[in-house]
């Protein structure tokens, strides 16, 4: 009898407190906003931090106070923001989806000073007199945006400098803020033709400290056809919005320092066209002045 | 006379000379678990304090007037658990209506308290020494006074640590259970103390 007093006051006590809760859950209820569960669907969910919220939860709420804007998450990617957009009743960003790229080809490429045997953290290594390489701009290569990176996109290439897989890439740019030499920029991912060096030095300065260095000769400038390329504080940088991809540039670099970099046998190639072009353009010339020499004779017998 | 005599010799053995962490060593999960910096110690003690309080009086009503009639008084542990947990879920959604700011302050604590075994162990605790309704909530809040004096000392201690020199492999849990074990041997020194 004992047994069944027990289970039948235990279950009405549970009861009961269920339907307190219950009760209370309707009466205590706090209106969310529900648009914030909508737009933390859209997000990425990789809580990784890009965004500089605290989590993904964080940036939702952000958005919807609208403090962040509605591509805040960049892993989300841009189908998303446009629903996130559609969420916030606002039009959707445009612009094509963006990548990580490091402005520096150097690796063993530049001169080091010392040895570095310290920590591996390239935070740590440009403590110790201004960082182990020559060139005050270069890529450390120790790795800190490899670890920074929460997909797995970044890695040290073969020659020392960190590289960025373009395809696992997702613009979040927490490797950007990791890298003590600012050398992470986000690109948009469609381009190829991207400038490997960031040495703002100028010509022997930049030519000394690393071999692939970039020495501002401005070559790149006056071969590109659609004014895409200019040497800027000693440094050339590519206007995305005009370059269409031709890779003049990268053939005529005599440092190497345009990516995709041409072999020398693609240079051989290029400069006997534009020496056959220049031979081309010099008889046409000829022969156009011949002719209008020709055409002024008789009008002057004439005369 | 005899009343405030005997509720004030609950309120110092609860707090000083039968301490629920040095003494009992009940509570200690949230006591290690949430010691590193003071500011959470104290959201921490202040929401056991909160709940301790009111958990005591709920389960002395619960076991006074439906599990002794009953003769229940065995299930005890059972429907204490019961009354703890819907408690402390029923104070969330109290606290989050009507005071977001404590609500936001105690924040993921206040569950945390669901498991804590100092609350449990009041309510058991009461019942044994056979306190009446007020004495159990006195004993309740003190208990939680006493639980919020250890961990800010704890925590306190803890945050001065960092510049201690102790051997490395020390480091963490070591070190703070031999902080706690001190200052469990410091609070011993109460054990003494007698109201006349």
């Not at chain 2, 921490?44 to 389960?59: E, H, K, P, R, W």
Request: net charge positive; hydrophobic share 50%; with cysteine.
């Amino acid at each position: 009898m004992n047994t069944v007093y027990a289970i039948v006051v235990l279950g009405v006590l549970g009861a009961l407190f269920g339907l307190v809760l219950a009760v209370a859950s309707k009466v205590f209820e706090v209106k969310k906003d529900p648009r914030e569960e909508a737009v933390l669907s859209h997000l990425a969910g990789a809580n990784c931090g890009g965004c500089g919220y605290p989590g993904c939860a964080g940036c939702a709420a952000a958005i919807v106070a609208g403090n962040a804007p509605v591509n805040a998450c960049a892993p989300a990617g841009a189908e998303n923001a446009a629903a996130i957009a559609a969420i916030m009743g606002l039009e959707a960003p445009s612009g094509e989806r963006q990548v990580a790229f490091v402005r520096c080809n150097g690796g063993t490429n530049a001169k080091k000073r010392f040895d570095y045997v310290g920590v591996k953290d390239c935070m740590a290594a440009t403590k110790v007199a201004a960082g182990p390489l020559d060139c005050s701009f270069g890529c450390l290569g120790f790795g800190t945006c490899v670890s920074a990176c929460q997909f797995g996109a970044m890695s040290i290439g073969p020659n020392g400098a960190a590289v960025v897989d373009p395809d696992k890439c997702t613009a979040c740019m927490a490797c950007a803020n990791a890298c003590p030499r600012h050398l992470i920029v986000s690109v948009p991912a469609s381009k190829k033709v991207h400038v490997a060096c960031a040495n703002q030095d100028k010509g022997k300065a930049a030519m000394s400290v690393c071999a692939s260095s970039c020495i501002g000769c401005g070559l790149c400038q006056k071969e590109c056809k659609k004014d895409a390329i200019h040497v800027v504080n000693g440094v050339a940088v590519i206007d995305y919005d005009k370059c269409v991809g031709c890779k003049l540039c990268t053939k005529v670099c005599p440092r190497d320092a345009i990516l995709p970099a041409a072999t020398a046998e693609e240079k051989e190639k290029y400069k006997a066209i534009k020496k056959a072009q220049a031979e081309k353009a010099a008889a046409a010339k000829k022969a156009a002045e011949e002719a209008a020499a020709k055409a002024a004779e008789p009008a002057g017998t004439a005369q | 006379m005899e009343q405030i005599t005997n509720l004030l010799a609950i309120t110092l053995g609860a707090i000083l000379a039968n301490n629920f962490i040095f003494s009992q060593f009940l509570g200690i999960c949230p006591f290690l678990g949430v010691s590193k910096k003071v500011d959470t110690a104290v959201g921490m003690g202040v929401a056991v304090t909160f709940v301790m309080g009111l958990a005591s009086a709920i389960t002395w009503l619960v076991n006074t007037f439906i599990l002794i009639p009953l003769d229940l008084g065995y299930m005890q542990t059972v429907a204490f658990i019961l009354v703890i947990a819907s408690l402390v879920q029923f104070i969330e959604m109290f606290l989050q209506k009507s005071m977001p700011t404590l609500y936001t302050a105690l924040g993921v604590y206040l569950p945390l308290i669901t498991t804590n075994c100092a609350v449990l162990g009041v309510a058991l605790l009461n019942i044994q020494n056979s306190y009446n309704f007020i004495e159990s909530v006195v004993y309740g809040i003190t208990g939680g006074l006493g639980f919020l004096l250890a961990i800010v000392l704890f925590a306190s201690i803890r945050e001065r640590l960092v510049f201690a020199d102790y051997p490395k492999n020390w480091d963490g849990f070591p070190i703070a259970l031999v902080t706690a074990g001190l200052m469990a041997l410091a609070f011993m020194g109460f054990s003494g103390l007698k109201i006349w």
